[in-house]
Antibody, heavy 118, light 111 residues
């Protein structure tokens, strides 16, 4: 069965950096572009970014463009989210998600909590 | 890219139907037939319940249906059941540069 397991969350000071990981299993990871989505406490979902299956292209939400990057290691079935210049408004649960069709995401991890606070 | 607009709350009694709206612009909801809906119970990850406006993934009951008119998409839950009480989020494809945008979420209460 498809499984996505995120890790790497924690508490970081404003301006700091953090790298999240997402280990995938149960499907052919190298054939799928992958997404990151976040949810601030008590708020709705916010799409963060996407990395193509071959790693050649990435797209980001305006709120994180230039600060976040996505990479992947297809040999390890792992997706990464590198977050730099973190702000308090980046505090959220971060999910990695597998696409079904276009923007529809059919499998999600359990999420990892990032808290940006001094 | 602004978030899609959803009502913060909705409610209905068991057996009734409830409809939740999701309003965007011609650059997202109105421009593509790629609208999805997710159900999220407290402390859980979202679950895809509709995609491409009105298609249901395998295993999702046909009590969940979707539609779209212009820049507004809608989710209808028929024959409300207690387990339908959850947060519901819409999303839309928003083009190759922005890719996806979500709504703010709607808390559905089954009275």
């Amino acid at each position: 069965q498809v499984q996505l397991v995120e890790s790497g969350g924690g508490v970081v000071q404003p301006g700091g950096s953090l790298r999240l990981s997402c280990v995938a299993s149960g499907f052919n990871f190298r054939n799928f572009g992958m997404h990151w989505v976040r949810q601030a406490p008590g708020k709705g979902l916010e799409w963060v970014g996407f990395r193509r299956y071959d790693g050649r292209d990435e797209v980001f939400a305006a709120s994180v463009k230039g600060r976040f990057s996505i990479s992947r290691d297809n040999s390890k079935n792992t997706l990464y989210l590198q977050m730099n210049s973190l702000r308090t408004e980046d505090t959220a649960v971060y999910y990695c998600a597998k696409p079904w069709i276009r923007e529809a995401l059919d499998y999600w991890g359990q999420g990892t909590l990032v808290i940006v606070s001094s | 890219q602004s978030a899609l607009t959803q009502p913060p709350s909705a409610s209905g009694s068991p057996g009734q139907s409830v409809t939740i709206s999701c309003t965007g612009t011609s650059s997202d909801v109105g421009g593509y037939n790629y609208v999805s809906w997710y159900q999220q119970h407290p402390g859980k990850a979202p679950k895809l319940i509709l995609y491409e406006v009105n298609k249901r993934p395998s295993g999702v009951p046909d009590r969940f249906s979707g539609s779209k008119s212009g820049n507004t998409a809608s989710l209808t839950v028929s024959g409300l059941q207690a387990e339908d009480e959850a947060d519901y989020h819409c999303s839309s494809y928003a083009g190759s540069n922005n890719f996806a945008v979500f709504g703010g979420g709607t808390k559905l209460t089954v009275l």
